[in-house]
């Protein structure tokens, strides 16, 4: 693609693709038309306006996608967003099978990058459910109230990092398996680590 708007990094990424290459670069090209900067963020291609990350492009084993950040804000005309998990409180996907597909929707595509960049320039912002907002499992709940070191640093964490625990502990099914997933991230909270650091 001779465009120079384009960045050498997505270019490496496109490289190497081993699945959805065509619908990569046909979304890709769909972006570039777009009033975007081209970007390679989370090993992914991200667009952005004004330093402020709009959509990416990702793969899965049986769809590609376009996600777009702040798509809770979109009006979804067409129906078509898709609210990847149930903790998603902003992102949304636009989910692709075939690249005829992604063909066939182009001016749809644009349209909704289009209405994602007037988010940007508006300033609109999701409003997060705040930690307190999320449940906290009574096996973790009961660690809070019986060793107050543990509640200490639970508190001193941020609220990103407070929410990725209790959602990791809430997604267990079993209290046993959650019982096991606050045992084993004592000592990451306890050096007021997150979950993943």
């Given at each position: 693609m001779a465009n120079r708007n384009t960045n050498p990094?997505?270019?490496a990424f496109l490289s190497r693709a081993e699945s959805w290459k065509a619908e990569f670069e046909a979304l890709r090209s769909i972006a570039l038309e777009c009033d975007v900067t081209e970007d390679l963020k989370w090993g992914v291609p991200c667009y952005t306006f004004e330093n402020s990350n709009v959509v990416l492009i990702h793969g899965f084993k049986a769809y590609c996608a376009m996600l777009f950040v702040q798509g809770a804000l979109l009006k979804d005309s067409k129906g078509i967003l898709i609210q990847q998990t149930e903790n998603s409180q902003s992102a949304r996907q636009i989910r692709f099978t075939s690249l005829?597909?992604?063909?066939g929707m182009k001016p749809v595509i644009k349209d909704y990058i289009q209405e994602a960049i007037a988010v940007q320039k508006a300033g609109l912002k999701v409003n997060f459910k705040t930690t307190k907002e999320f449940s906290i499992p009574e096996e973790f709940q009961v660690k809070l109230d019986t060793v107050p070191n543990?509640?200490?640093a639970f508190e001193a964490?941020?609220?990103g990092r407070q929410r990725a625990y209790l959602l990791h502990f809430s997604s267990a099914k079993q209290?046993?398996?959650r019982k096991a997933r606050i045992e084993k991230s004592m000592p990451k909270i306890l050096e007021g680590k997150g979950l993943d650091d």
């Open positions: 990094k997505v270019d005829a597909e992604i063909t543990v509640k200490t964490l941020t609220p209290s046993a398996t």
